[in-house]
């Protein structure tokens, strides 16, 4: 038997206040937004609702995790869908399909913009 102290490595979470970069078109972060890990700092630019009738049907995003290990960092846009559902009669089966044909071009719009972001024309920081 040895006498000699015993050792073991162990994990510990460190909490510390992080300082990151922060894109000009980021809403920012709140207490609420905490990050757990580094990799989990996620960067979201304003959201963007895709309604019909008043109810949403998309949310729309810029987003970046700058540090992300098991995704993409690069700027993208986080589209999140909504649980809308609907009985229709006719007229408003084509009022959804107008609806969805401006959200499309919402989209579109977004894609350009952020185009222009990814191309190094706007400032992404």
């Known amino acids: 038997m040895s006498t000699e ?16 970069s922060e894109p000009d078109w980021c809403v920012g972060h709140g207490d609420d937004d905490a990050a757990q890990f580094r990799p989990d700092i996620t960067h979201f ?11 949403e049907l998309l949310r729309v995003m810029l987003a970046q995790a700058p540090f992300a290990r098991k995704s993409s ?3 993208c846009a986080y589209v999140e869908q909504a649980g809308y ?14 609806a969805l044909d401006s959200a499309a071009d919402q989209l579109r719009d977004f894609a350009d913009q952020l185009t222009t972001l990814t191309s190094g024309e706007g400032d992404q920081r």
């Open 85 to 98: 559902t609907a009985s229709l009669d006719p007229a408003s089966l084509y009022d959804l399909a107008a």
């Open 5 to 20: 102290p015993r050792t073991v490595r162990v994990n510990v979470l460190r909490t510390y206040r992080a300082t990151v």
């Open 45 to 55: 630019g304003p959201e963007h609702r895709l309604t019909f009738n008043g109810e």
């Open 73 to 75: 960092r690069e700027l």
